[in-house]
């Protein structure tokens, strides 16, 4: 009985370990296999322990070229879809217009819609139009693919503003853009960085709709699923997990932060 009643009260804490676990397995298996030395071209069977790979993560020819378009497109897209996406929840939640809910109803959209669908739209309206397909046409589809993520985030954090801090700053004389530098954006930053992580690692991530639209241009998930079909090198394991580190350390940071500003409020 003593057992049980500990199970009891501990049993939402339990599952949610066990969940997160399940869910960082992965992570913790790219990680351990990026210190493997494989006898032949794919690393699934671990071998020997060696650190030949983290010496030399460029050492894969291209892999680092297509890491830099990966990055380079994923901080562009998250720099476009944070800023439209931002100016749009803040018109869809402060303006009332014609259309307002068929625009919020089509923002929807590219989240519910199958990426493949989304691919091949993409790949035809760049055709019609006769663009050359590559790394400018990706960073479109990436823009306008991460635009939904940002608008929600950014307008839930919009919705939930008390309107009464504003008029009290317009009550101090404070001007439009001052308010809205000072009182406005602070409330809705975290919305603002959610949309934005959140642009990064989907437009990072994404396999589909850049392969449709990506030409000759190969990114860093396409060099990946290539070098699946002729063998795994360590590195891409090793950038893996550096990326899980960096991810992992911002919500540390993020964490740190937060706690700092709630210890000098109270």
Same mark, same amino acid.
Request: aromatic share 10%.
């Given at each position: 009985?003593? $057992?049980?009643?500990?199970?009891?009260?501990?049993?939402? $804490?339990?599952?949610?370990?066990?969940?997160?676990?399940?869910?960082?397995?992965?992570?913790?298996?790219?990680?351990?296999?990026?210190?493997?030395?494989?006898?032949?071209?794919?690393?699934?069977?671990?071998?020997?322990?060696?650190?030949?790979?983290?010496?030399?993560?460029? *050492?894969?020819? %291209?892999?680092?070229?297509?890491?830099?378009?990966?990055?380079?497109?994923?901080?562009?897209?998250?720099?476009?879809?944070?800023?439209? *996406?931002?100016?749009?929840? #803040?018109?869809? &939640?402060?303006?009332?217009?014609?259309?307002?809910?068929? $625009?919020?109803?089509?923002?929807?959209?590219?989240?519910?819609?199958?990426?493949?669908?989304?691919?091949? @739209?993409?790949?035809?309206?760049?055709?019609?139009?006769?663009?050359?397909?590559?790394?400018?046409?990706?960073?479109?589809?990436?823009?306008?693919?991460?635009?939904?993520?940002?608008?929600?985030?950014?307008?839930? !954090?919009?919705? @939930?503003?008390?309107?009464?801090?504003?008029?009290?700053?317009? %009550?101090?004389?404070?001007?439009?853009?001052?308010?809205?530098? !000072?009182?406005?954006?602070?409330?809705?930053?975290?919305?603002?960085?959610?949309?934005?992580?959140?642009?990064?690692?989907?437009?990072?991530? %994404?396999?589909?709709?850049?392969?449709?639209?990506a030409g000759s241009t190969v990114t860093f998930p396409m060099f990946v699923w290539g070098s699946a079909q002729r063998g795994t090198p360590v590195q891409i394991?090793?950038?893996?997990?550096?990326? #899980?580190? &960096?991810?992992?350390?911002?919500?540390?940071? @993020?964490?740190? $932060?937060n706690n700092r500003r709630n210890r000098q409020k109270a």
């Open positions: 009985m003593p $057992v049980v009643n500990w199970l009891k009260k501990r049993l939402v $804490v339990i599952a949610g370990l066990l969940t997160l676990g399940y869910l960082l397995l992965p992570n913790v298996i790219v990680t351990v296999f990026s210190f493997n030395k494989p006898k032949g071209r794919f690393n699934y069977e671990w071998q020997q322990f060696s650190l030949d790979a983290w010496k030399q993560p460029c *050492g894969v020819a %291209d892999m680092c070229g297509s890491l830099s378009i990966s990055l380079r497109i994923a901080a562009l897209a998250t720099i476009g879809a944070t800023v439209l *996406g931002t100016m749009i929840a #803040f018109a869809l &939640v402060r303006y009332r217009f014609r259309a307002r809910g068929a $625009v919020n109803s089509l923002i929807f959209l590219p989240m519910a819609m199958p990426e493949v669908v989304m691919a091949a @739209s993409l790949l035809t309206l760049f055709l019609n139009m006769g663009a050359q397909l590559g790394f400018y046409t990706i960073l479109i589809a990436h823009i306008m693919f991460c635009l939904s993520f940002v608008v929600t985030a950014v307008k839930a !954090r919009v919705m @939930s503003m008390d309107p009464r801090l504003e008029e009290a700053a317009r %009550d101090l004389y404070a001007g439009p853009v001052q308010t809205f530098v !000072r009182v406005t954006l602070p409330i809705a930053a975290p919305g603002i960085a959610a949309g934005a992580l959140l642009s990064f690692a989907l437009s990072f991530d %994404d396999f589909i709709i850049t392969n449709f639209n394991n090793v950038i893996g997990t550096a990326m #899980f580190l &960096v991810a992992v350390l911002l919500v540390l940071v @993020s964490m740190l $932060v």
